[in-house]
């Protein structure tokens, strides 16, 4: 046998055996894992844990240690491994930057390779629409229902609708995410309204296709990167110098494929870009001085701050600040989570209830009359909560936040 | 984006926050600067000042260790805080004193936060863990305090109370230790039994973890089934005293454990290990201390680089997930631990320091850059004199900035504290935290003094 035959043959029983070669991109996952020291300072900090106990939820410590160790065991524990909201406090904390929310993925990717019938059926329809739709919400059925909720949503905001004149050789590609797309169509609208008010030449895109992180949280990993492949050629073809998006999950998601599959341009959140390109003066500059005075409490999306950087919510506080009339107030909750990551509320909405209602006492423990995050995803989340749990406080992205308090042309 | 600060703290273990908090209290524009938790999130409760020394052989007071530890080595941290600015020699009643001003510092500081410690430095404590042994200490959180089981108490009965489905403590296990103890104790506490309780975060009486039970009752207080047991295992065994698991809340132990008082005994928690919940107490106590001081902190970051020029380290770089941060720093504080923390990694070809690739040295000072850590280690695992690859660290000068192998300082606005140190085994001797907060308070002083040129 020949070495290349060999090597066809060995690949074929690992197909048999139901083994999947991790990728080269994996492989320094694969190695922060044997640091695990087993020390269990994870479990102390995890917010599913601190929502419903080890028994339901075994903890980031068993993922490192137990679950994620080798096949058979990879099967046997998608009801624990679907259960990880992915925010990332375990890796914070870690002494040993154990990376266990990417381990999660690949466990999950495996689990659904060999055995998708483990995997929650909620989460097979959603990879039914983005396979449909390649996004993760399922277009309007009437375009002009589309338009008629976004203008809504502008008038009630009172904020004026945005035309983009030409995207030729723009600098700036403005993504909104498939929720501000499809669902927080103010969001999409508030920062091209920020971005106009600073003369950016910024482009959208005609099609918006979903970054693939949904599918990537499922453990569709060939969707995803699927998805990934999309996405870049989309933006190769507009000729771009820099990406800037709304949407936190967007945020670290694109930065960590951009750099894996050399996007070769740098990915924003748009409060890096109004910090480091647009600058606190001239931001502060536009702001409205009439508004009246408003207490606010920001909620922290894990995918900005855990996943990208903490640097990020500084900047947002600097921003908040440079708003005539606003007073921040520090909530309580720490490690908080909003329970609406990892794509655990599709399956397990008792889950993600118990892991936000520690948010929710700590926002309602506040002073403040409005909670403001920088993350499409965290604020439905949260708004649908807080009114569920008849906790009369509003909910802002904080994008949207911003651009409410620009001062009228 | 360049980020400008007086002073940047690497670590935010027990050195880095009190070395942070010193500075900014004082004004100082400081930044801190952390990548995961290490070894004070470990934290068994107990502040170890110096439990004792290795070549003593028996206990001492920490008073007592502290003066001898003067006189039989040079290179231990502690002995560079007594070095006088006058005539460069070690006066042990330096040493003390400068110990006493940083632990009554940091008792002011905790004071009615979660982990208000206990205790004195003329006294050794022998606080019980866990497994029912005994381990010498110096201080402990509030809700440790054994009060008078050990002295001034006769006919002490001691009850261990354990939680039913909780697995990290086992108090039938627990008490047959520390019974067993007693034959040799020169005060034997005269009876040791146990019992358990029923206490359910959510719902199931078993697979419990000790952070649950802890939010449990800091939610909703000790449940009044889990009260009526203890009172009458406390009437059945005519305890006086009872030992809990340290999981008693973490902000609310003390009204949980007042509670318990009512039934006419003193209780108290012991010892754990880690992930411990007075663990959590410490280090969140000393995260809001830095943070009432005004200074800033940037956690999830990781420094992975740095810029030098004319001997001084002119900015760092700190990497999270996704992003890069520079920051430029007068003056910067090396607390980044041993081999938990990171600061000090040890590999087939050596040790070396993590961060600035400074030169690491052993107990005695002598070079440990080629020296496979095995060579330290020793074949028997449970020794009096422990394993050498623990005193392993930088070697400093007697502002605690880092020397290399002639004796030169490598960066002249680089100071180093807590257990990145060399010279001392905390192991042994049980001084993790003591030598954490009296280098971080020292370095914390030098560190200001060198930005406003005074050093």
């Known amino acids: ?409 | 984006m360049e980020h400008e600060y007086d002073l940047a703290v690497i670590g935010g273990g027990i050195a880095g926050l009190v070395a942070g908090t010193i500075a900014s209290e004082s004004g100082l524009k400081t930044i801190l600067i952390r990548k995961g938790r290490g070894a004070t999130s470990y934290s068994s409760g107990a502040i170890d000042i110096l439990g004792n020394l290795v070549e003593s052989q028996f206990p001492l007071s920490p008073i007592d260790a502290l003066s001898t530890t003067g006189v039989i080595r040079s290179t231990h941290p502690y002995v560079i805080l007594g070095i006088s600015e006058n005539n460069r020699e070690v006066h042990t009643e330096l040493i003390v004193q400068r110990v006493k001003d940083s632990v009554k510092w940091l008792q002011r500081n905790l004071d009615g936060l979660c982990a208000e410690f206990t205790g004195a430095l003329d006294q050794a404590m022998e606080a019980i863990t866990v497994l029912g042994t005994t381990k010498p200490t110096c201080f402990v959180q509030k809700t440790m305090d054994m009060g008078n089981l050990v002295k001034d108490h006769d006919d002490s009965n001691l009850l261990f109370v354990d939680i039913v489905g909780h697995p990290d403590f086992n108090g039938r296990l627990a008490a047959r230790t520390y019974a067993e103890f007693q034959r040799y104790a020169d005060k034997p506490v005269k009876r040791v039994s146990s019992c358990s309780i029923t206490i359910t975060p959510f719902g199931k009486p078993y697979n419990i973890s000790s952070v649950e039970v802890a939010r449990h009752l800091d939610h909703s207080g000790l449940p009044k089934e889990a009260l009526s047991e203890l009172r009458k295992n406390i009437e059945n065994t005519g305890a006086t005293h009872v030992a809990l698991p340290p999981v008693m809340g973490i902000e609310s132990a003390n009204t949980v454990l007042q509670e318990i008082a009512e039934l006419g005994v003193h209780p108290f928690e012991v010892l754990s290990f880690p992930p411990s919940v007075p663990g959590m107490r410490l280090q969140q106590s000393l995260d809001a201390m830095y943070l009432e001081s005004g200074g800033q902190m940037i956690v999830g970051h990781e420094v992975v680089g740095y810029d030098s020029a004319d001997d001084r380290v002119s900015r760092i770089i700190a990497k999270s997930p996704h992003r890069k941060m520079k920051i430029s720093a007068t003056s910067t504080i090396l607390a980044t631990g041993k081999f938990i923390g990171g600061g000090i990694k040890g590999t087939e070809s050596g040790f070396k320091e993590s961060i600035f690739n400074l030169d690491t040295v052993d107990l005695n000072y002598n070079p440990t850059d080629d020296l496979r850590p095995q060579k330290l280690t020793d074949r028997v695992n449970v020794q009096y004199e422990g394993h050498a690859v623990f005193s392993v660290g930088v070697p400093v000068d007697r502002y605690f900035r880092p020397i290399n192998y002639d004796s030169q300082v490598v960066y002249e606005n680089v100071f180093a504290a807590g257990s990145v140190l060399a010279g001392y085994n905390y192991l042994v001797e049980k001084s993790g935290l003591g030598v954490g907060l009296t280098t971080g308070y020292t370095t914390g002083l030098n560190a200001m003094k060198y930005i406003k040129e005074e050093l």
């Not at chain 1, 137990?66 to 870690?94: H, I």
């Open chain 1, 1 to 409: 046998m020949s070495e290349e035959e060999a090597y066809e043959f060995v690949k074929g029983t690992l197909k048999e055996e139901r083994i999947i070669p991790y990728k080269e991109d994996e492989l320094e996952i694969i190695k922060s894992i044997e640091q695990c020291i087993n020390c269990g300072i994870c479990i102390n900090h995890c917010p599913v844990v601190a929502g419903v106990g080890v028994d339901q939820f075994s903890g980031p410590r068993s993922i490192a240690v137990e679950l994620s160790r080798s096949p058979p065991e990879f099967w046997t524990t998608g009801d624990k491994v679907y259960l990880c909201t992915g925010c990332g406090t375990c890796r914070e904390v870690c002494p040993q930057s154990v990376n266990i929310p990417e381990i999660v993925n690949m466990i999950r990717a495996r689990i659904f390779e060999h055995r998708p019938d483990l995997v929650p059926k909620e989460l097979h329809k959603v990879l039914e629409t983005i396979h449909a739709h390649e996004k993760a919400f399922a277009p309007w059925d009437d375009p002009e229902d589309k338009i008629d909720s976004r203008d809504m949503r502008l008038e009630r905001l009172g904020l004026p609708l945005v035309d983009i004149e030409s995207k030729e050789s723009a600098d700036v590609l403005f993504y909104p995410g498939c929720q501000a797309e499809e669902m927080a169509q103010e969001v999409k609208e508030a920062a091209k309204v920020i971005l106009k008010r600073f003369d950016v030449n910024f482009a959208v895109l005609d099609e918006l296709s979903c970054c693939g992180l949904p599918a990537r949280l499922i453990g569709d990993e060939k969707t995803a990167r699927e998805l990934n492949t999309s996405l870049k050629e989309k933006i190769k073809s507009l000729g771009v110098k820099m990406l800037v998006t709304t949407c936190a999950g967007c945020t670290s998601n694109i930065s960590d494929i951009a750099v894996r599959d050399n996007w070769d341009i740098p990915i924003y959140h748009m409060i890096e870009y109004l910090i480091e390109h647009i600058g606190i003066d001239r931001l502060q500059a536009e702001m409205a001085s009439d508004t009246s005075a408003t207490k606010i409490t920001i909620h922290e999306p894990c995918h900005l701050i855990k996943h990208t950087s903490r640097q990020i919510l500084d900047y947002a506080v600097e921003i908040l600040q440079a708003i005539p009339n606003v007073e921040v107030i520090t909530s309580s909750a720490r490690d908080s989570c909003c329970g609406g990551g990892g794509m655990v509320a599709y399956h397990a909405p008792s889950v993600a209830k118990s892991v936000v209602g520690i948010n929710l006492a700590a926002i309602d423990a506040t002073s403040a009359s409005r909670v403001v995050t920088p993350c499409p995803l965290c604020t439905a989340t949260l708004e649908d909560n807080l009114y569920r749990s008849g906790i009369p406080i509003d909910v802002d992205d904080l994008t949207v936040f911003i651009a409410t308090h620009l001062s009228m042309e």
